[in-house]
Nanobody, 121 residues
């Protein structure tokens, strides 16, 4: 399985970005998908996750109401829609898969390469 992220970039505070994570393989719909981020000098933290069907999501408190995770199993793709971005959202963002939607990093077995998101003030 290979996970390929895209959509990162530079955006001003208050702006929006949408990240995509496309899975190469046949088992995409069998796994929950999570999004994580890691800022320089900080631990990798879970932003949120979506269940296998896409019917349920969980989010970190820091992004609730601003970020939305979704997926399209027909396209083998998960999305992270980010709005009202803040400078503290600056990080490398990763997608990953797990048997179920969870914030526990160790539950995820395959990871994307990461995409940089930079929010300027």
């Amino acid at each position: 399985v290979q996970l390929v992220e895209s959509g990162g970039g530079l955006v001003q505070a208050g702006g929006s970005l949408r990240l995509s994570c496309t899975a190469i393989g046949r088992t995409f719909s069998s796994y929950a998908m999570g999004w994580f981020r890691q800022a320089p000098g900080k631990e990798r933290e879970c932003v949120g996750a979506v269940t296998r069907s896409g019917g349920s999501t969980v989010y970190a408190d820091s992004v609730k109401g601003r970020f939305t995770i979704s997926r399209d199993n027909a396209k083998n793709t998960a999305y992270l829609e980010m709005t009202s971005l803040k400078p503290e959202d600056t990080a490398v963002y990763y997608c990953a898969r797990a048997p179920r939607a969870t914030s526990v990093r160790e539950q995820y077995d395959y990871w994307g390469q990461g995409t940089q998101v930079t929010v300027s003030s």
